[in-house]
């Protein structure tokens, strides 16, 4: 039997035998599965087109979605960079390692501090024992001790919008009678938006997308199985892009904010994350444009899937290789007047994530079961044979994939603690922040003592999917209430013994 042969009926027959067979292929080395993982940086799920949005450009994923899993509720356990991507390559959720927050230490430390574990071990070094070492090109983060590296690529533009070095200075020197129209939030002065006088080969996202091919050039040429992550930093601030990959505003159907919503959201987002994001500051067309450069940036980001699976077809290897494309959180676009993340709403914590392999996964298939991204590495080790450690939260979501699991997470969870932020107006009057979202409803509140008050926010994400009412003061939902708040203390609970 040929490998081809082997990775279609032995490896494929995954979906309907045992752990038995990931013995078989932990054994020959040969024949495990490639690893080509794609991620975004603050890049929501409704940013792919195949979630749903037809304004959405991104044909190259959406037909890996076709011809893979796509999950359709993918919760990241963390709405900022650092936690979230910790949580995924621990398995563990963010305050058993001690990582709640990007910033400073605390005023006043949170107790639950006392019980946390910053280092657990990373679960990709569990690819370095049997001979493959994980490779990285792109944004590092969380992962700088681990990856074997593989370049980055800078921006022209800074967070400000300003040209970034001599090369950023001389494209826009060079662009003549350019309209150059940059949105930037009022406190904290960050890019947003806006379209720049440079060609899509000169992006930063591009120039990454060069070194993403070149890598995996390098090792699809070798005859043993290979990790690669090619990490992008699209579409996070500064959020720019060339006028070509621009997304019509009029296409965009998002809802804008308005003072009227905002009077029953919770007091921590009327006052000190309104401060912190700014989004009434913005005049429609300041919205539109961001917008715009937003979907825009994801599209680039598309293009070089496009040019990453090119390379794998040429090379012989796409069929063996699992193909994961996810992020680290989303990103508001001005919904309930906040921009960027931090919060903890659908559009921040729901990620694209998306499975493709021919050898081993079904095809077109969509997994509508909640998710949390703990799950996604021991997935990962699942697929290519690994073993899977018993004594973390994260577990391996094939059982959903092969069908053998119609129920997955009573409930699914995502915290930040404000009180470690790097901005001066989230610290004060904050704490940890939780969220217990089930398929129907959404619970947010201060789980925290240091906190005020607990200054909840409940949707009810059937009949509220933009969650723009805010039902937590009505004595009709305290059973509600009071069942998701058990929930979130029992998590809290069970994870920290």
Excluded at 33 to 43: C, E, H, S, T
Excluded at 188 to 201: K, L, N, Q
Aim: charged share 30%; proline share 6%.
């Amino acid at each position: 039997m040929n490998r081809r042969d082997f990775i279609r009926t032995g490896i494929g027959a995954y979906l309907g035998t045992t752990a038995a067979l990931a013995k078989t292929i932990a054994s020959k080395k040969s024949q495990r599965p490639n690893i080509l993982w794609i991620m975004l940086d603050d890049g929501r799920a409704d940013a792919v087109g195949c979630y749903g949005k037809k304004w959405a450009k991104t044909p190259h994923l959406d037909r890996l979605a076709e011809k893979g899993v796509r999950f359709a509720t993918a919760v990241v356990q963390n709405p900022v960079c650092v936690p979230s991507r910790t949580s995924m390559k621990t398995g563990h959720y963010c305050n058993t390692f001690g990582i709640t927050a990007m910033g400073k230490p605390p005023a006043v430390p949170g107790k639950y501090m006392d019980t946390a574990r910053p280092d657990l071990p990373n679960l990709l070094n569990t690819w370095k024992k049997v001979g493959i070492t994980p490779v990285n090109v792109g944004k590092i983060h969380a992962y700088r001790k681990d990856w074997l590296r593989k370049g980055d690529a800078s921006a022209l533009v800074d967070f400000l919008a300003r040209p970034r070095g001599p090369e950023g200075q001389k494209k826009f020197d060079e662009a003549k009678d350019f309209d150059y129209r940059p949105v930037n939030i009022k406190t904290h002065r960050w890019m947003i938006g806006g379209i720049v006088p440079y060609a899509p080969e000169d992006t930063q996202t591009w120039r990454l997308g060069d070194l993403g091919v070149k890598a995996l050039e390098e090792l699809a040429a070798k005859d043993e199985p290979f990790f690669l992550r090619v990490s992008f930093h699209a579409p996070h601030v500064p959020c720019r892009i060339p006028k070509e990959y621009f997304i019509d505003p009029a296409t965009i159907d998002l809802p804008l904010p308005t003072e009227e919503e905002l009077k029953s959201k919770p007091r921590f987002e009327r006052e000190q994350l309104r401060v912190y994001a700014g989004g009434l500051d913005l005049t429609k067309e300041q919205i539109d444009i961001c917008r715009g450069t937003y979907y825009g940036m994801v599209s680039l980001v598309d293009t070089q899937v496009g040019r990453l699976v090119e390379v794998l077809k040429k090379s012989g290897k796409f069929d063996n290789t699992i193909i994961a494309f996810n992020s680290d959180q989303g990103f508001q676009l001005g919904e309930h007047g906040l921009w960027k993340k931090r919060v903890l709403y659908e559009q921040n914590v729901c990620v694209p994530f998306i499975l493709t392999c021919p050898a081993l996964l079904g095809k077109g298939k969509v997994i509508d079961e909640p998710v949390e991204m703990i799950d996604f590495v021991p997935t990962l080790m699942d697929l290519t044979g690994l073993d899977v450690p018993k004594d973390i939260p994260g577990r391996s979501l094939m059982p959903l994939i092969t069908g053998k699991a119609k129920k997955w997470n009573k409930a699914v969870f995502c915290e930040i603690d404000h009180s470690g932020s790097m901005y001066e107006e989230l610290r004060n009057r904050s704490g940890r922040r939780v969220m217990v979202r089930t398929k129907e409803w959404k619970l947010i509140y201060f789980m925290d003592e240091r906190a005020e008050d607990k200054d909840g926010a409940l949707y009810n994400l059937k009949k509220d999917p933009d969650e723009k009412i805010n039902l937590y003061n009505l004595k009709e939902h305290a059973k509600v209430i009071n069942r998701l708040e058990k929930l979130a203390q029992k998590w809290d609970k069970n994870r920290r013994t």
